[in-house]
């Protein structure tokens, strides 16, 4: 990061010493206000609840422009990465900063796929689980429990470890969400096969039973290998910041990571895709595309506390260009299976076009996002609805691992520590039970 040459004075009306504070430029975006002496030298904090203004870190990894809805992952454009690369390409981009050559990816896919079973012991963790619990909640336990069976690459600090345990968790995590899907419909696991690609190999563990070998069909195995590139990674959203603030403090991977899947489980963040779904249904239910007017009113009503799910974001404030592709990849899905006519894409569609007319939307800057379709291709392909943030959270391994390792081979790094305002009582005296 380069020192601009212009400074910052923070200068107080009570007369307290001023102070100027060096403002750093990026290579893109907006530049930043460093405050890491402010306070040493004034005694106050800065406040900034939800973290709408400041920058936890500087990366090389991601870079979103809001309002041009613009992505790109190591400056590359997320349309060409979509269409032009499959995801481990882009899972190898992410995590050493360039597209691998043809020698490089094929090493890199022969090292993932060479990963993709799981200990035998896994699945007695499963057993544990009703039969009906939400995969997030069996994805937040298994990803926890992978550090007790890797010993050798839990010191997050060795850079060996640290390149094992992300070639480990991108090659697992097809493997545990296909289990946790068949531990919920009581079928029987399905081993990983070499010889598949990473989303094909994804699509026959979850589809595929011993008694029949499930065929894939390319259309579906390249629409789910590029719904894992559009949710690959997405700068400091809340579940990459969580897996940044737990990794500082020094746990191994595996933990940091699985802290990741827990916050990512949340509506208002990967959650969204199930929620925009059953939203859907809901307003199907209602009555289609005939109720969607008194839909859109309960969602203005603040009292309804109804959000229009997979709308809205903290960055963009324009169209997100992974909604985008998510909807060409729906028709192409759509169409392939002759389900054209699906009525939620209708729907949704329709929804979509009178919420972007409407004021409401327009004056808050509210577009859909990555959410808003990616539910009703998943749900095409044959994916159960509770599964949907398992494979957020499948695709989304990469990003995590990729900004973990940066924080971490940052020589500045420090265990993250957030101070506060404090409003609550002051000190006051412990009256004896009895006198209370
Ligand atoms: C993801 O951060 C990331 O990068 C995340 C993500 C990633 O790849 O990691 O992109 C993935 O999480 C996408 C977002 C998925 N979430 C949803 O689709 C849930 C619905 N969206 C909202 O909950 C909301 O838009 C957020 C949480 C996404 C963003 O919320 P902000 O930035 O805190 O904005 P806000 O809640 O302050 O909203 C500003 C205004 C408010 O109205 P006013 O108080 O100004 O009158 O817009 C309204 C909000 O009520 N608003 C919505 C809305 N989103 C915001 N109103 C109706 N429906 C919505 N979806």
């Excluded at 992410?94 to 043809?102: D, K, M, R, T, V």
Aim: proline share 6%.
């Amino acid at each position: 990061m380069t020192p601009s040459d212009v400074k910052a004075t923070l200068s107080f009306s009570d007369g307290s010493p001023q102070m100027d504070l060096p403002l750093y430029k990026g290579t893109i975006g907006p530049d930043v206000i460093d405050i890491r002496k402010l306070y040493a030298q004034t005694g106050k904090f800065t406040y900034d609840p939800g973290f709408l203004s400041t920058a936890s870190c500087n990366s090389t990894i991601t870079y979103i422009d809001g309002d041009k809805g613009e992505l790109l992952y190591r400056g590359y454009p997320i349309e060409q990465l979509a269409t032009n690369c499959d995801y481990l390409e882009t899972c190898y981009l992410l995590l050493y900063g360039e597209l691998p050559s043809p020698s490089q990816k094929e090493e890199f896919v022969n090292r993932v796929t060479n990963h993709t079973m799981v200990n035998e012991q896994m699945q007695f963790f499963l057993r544990g689980f009703r039969r009906d619990a939400h995969p997030m909640a069996v994805m937040t336990g298994l990803v926890g429990a992978l550090s007790a069976f890797y010993h050798d690459s839990t010191d997050i600090n060795n850079p060996e470890h640290r390149e094992i345990a992300a070639i480990r968790l991108i090659a697992k995590m097809p493997t545990l969400v296909a289990m946790a899907y068949k531990y919920t419909i009581g079928q029987p696991y399905i081993y990983p096969k070499n010889d598949l690609s990473y989303a094909g190999n994804f699509m026959r563990m979850m589809f595929a039973t011993p008694c029949e070998e499930y065929k894939p069909n390319d259309v579906l195995v390249r629409a789910m290998d590029r719904i894992f590139t559009l949710h690959a990674d997405h700068e400091q959203n809340a579940s990459t910041s969580t897996v940044r603030l737990c990794g500082s403090s020094g746990t191994n991977p595996f933990a940091a990571i699985a802290a990741g899947v827990a916050c990512l489980w949340g509506p208002a963040h990967g959650g969204a895709n199930e929620a925009c779904l059953n939203m859907l249904n809901d307003i199907q239910q209602m009555g289609g595309v005939a109720k969607i007017g008194e839909f859109i009113k309960q969602v203005k009503d603040k009292n309804s506390n109804v959000k229009l799910m997979g709308f809205g974001h903290r960055v963009y404030k324009n169209y997100d260009p992974r909604a985008k592709l998510m909807r060409e990849t729906c028709h192409e899905v759509l169409n392939e299976l002759g389900l054209h006519d699906d009525p939620l894409f209708k729907l949704a569609m329709e929804l979509e076009k009178i919420a972007l007319e409407d004021e409401y939307f327009v004056a808050r800057k509210l577009y859909p996002n990555v959410d808003f379709y990616s539910g009703i291709v998943q749900r095409a392909i044959g994916i159960p609805v509770p599964l949907f943030t398992a494979i957020f959270a499948l695709a989304r391994t990469v990003g995590w691992i990729a900004q973990l390792n940066e924080m971490i081979g940052d020589p500045e790094y420090k265990i993250g520590r957030p101070r506060q305002l404090f409003v609550g009582a002051t000190q006051r005296n412990v009256t004896p039970i009895a006198e209370r």
